[in-house]
């Protein structure tokens, strides 16, 4: 079934639809007027947030000439919400999901890439696989490789990770979209649009499937599905290091933590840096007056 998140404040964007793997993936494609073949832009969500995320970004790149595209995964936005056994739910799965969705698009000039949280492993994933397709890249809090053998995930997260609990605290009660509300901001609490258009989409317990899958598809070891994803992306991701690559930095994410940051900055030592220590994981949210600026000025630059 798919959700309908019309009329939200500060998102005023139709979705376009086109059908990916027997599922119908729903996004925005904004353009600049008057410019036939405007240089595209390709932004890719994580968990458990939507297109809605980018709303700065879709607001702003198309007055700069850039064609600004952002896809809500399968089960998540505005895209169909199909249940765990019709559809796998996999770091795999969404790899290939977005690969089909680039090649949809039928586009004829190489895409600049904007990624946060799980969109870093499933656009970055694409783009090491695709490096002659790849103009720039935008990196927000997140991670592109396996889990360094110092770092744990949250008690939370692995607690969320089991079926019988993550299937009550997760599907039934939103626990965890909930959560992040709170837990990734740097201030007390994000704003009520922010708060609103986040959660619109996963009204229902059949509407957070998805958003249940991904946590509990993040790799802790080995044998985990997800892990030889990473792995082969780690393996390939300092071929980015030859392309122009900007990276924004929420300080306060209990996850994504100033360790993570300086192993992604190990595999793209040319990348630079932005960090900011009063915003959390959701740093677009809390940093959009420095951030905004900044991603136009990169991305309208000559590569």
């Excluded at 090491?128 to 997260?157: C, M, Y």
């Excluded at 690559?245 to 840096?273: C, N, R, S, T």
Aim: hydrophobic share 45%.
């Amino acid at each position: 079934m798919t959700v309908t998140t019309e009329a939200l404040p500060g998102f005023p964007f139709a979705s376009k639809r086109v059908e990916i793997g027997g599922h119908t993936m729903a996004y925005i494609d904004e353009r600049p007027e008057g410019v036939s073949a405007a240089p595209p832009v390709l932004h890719v969500h994580g968990n458990p947030t939507w297109s809605f995320y980018w709303r700065s970004l879709l607001a702003t790149l198309p007055g700069d000439g850039l064609r600004t595209i952002a896809p809500d995964h399968i089960g998540m936005g505005r895209s169909d919400k199909p249940a765990l056994a019709d559809y796998p739910h996999t770091l795999a799965r969404r790899v290939a999901d977005l690969t089909a969705f680039v090649d949809a698009l039928d586009l004829d000039q190489p895409l600049s890439l904007v990624v946060h949280d799980w969109g870093g492993p499933i656009g970055l994933s694409w783009a090491v696989e695709h490096l002659e397709r790849v103009d720039k890249v935008v990196v927000l809090n997140t991670g592109a490789f396996p889990l360094p053998a110092d770092k744990r995930i949250p008690w939370s997260l692995q607690a969320a990770r089991l079926p019988v609990v993550g299937d009550v605290a997760v599907r039934r009660f939103n626990a965890f979209s909930l959560g992040a509300l709170s837990m990734g901001t740097g201030r007390l609490w994000l704003d009520a649009e922010a708060r609103r258009g986040l959660l619109a989409p996963y009204d229902s317990p059949a509407h957070r499937v998805a958003v249940h899958a991904f946590v509990q598809d993040i790799p802790t070891g080995p044998a985990d599905p997800a892990h030889p994803v990473l792995t082969r992306l780690a393996e390939r991701l300092p071929l980015l290091d030859e392309h122009p690559v900007q990276i924004h930095w929420g300080m306060k994410d209990p996850v994504f933590d100033a360790g993570i940051l300086d192993h992604l900055v190990g595999y793209l030592p040319g990348a630079e840096v932005n960090r900011y220590p009063d915003a959390g994981h959701y740093v677009l949210e809390d940093a959009a007056d420095r951030i905004v600026p900044r991603v136009r000025t990169f991305l309208g630059s000559p590569s």
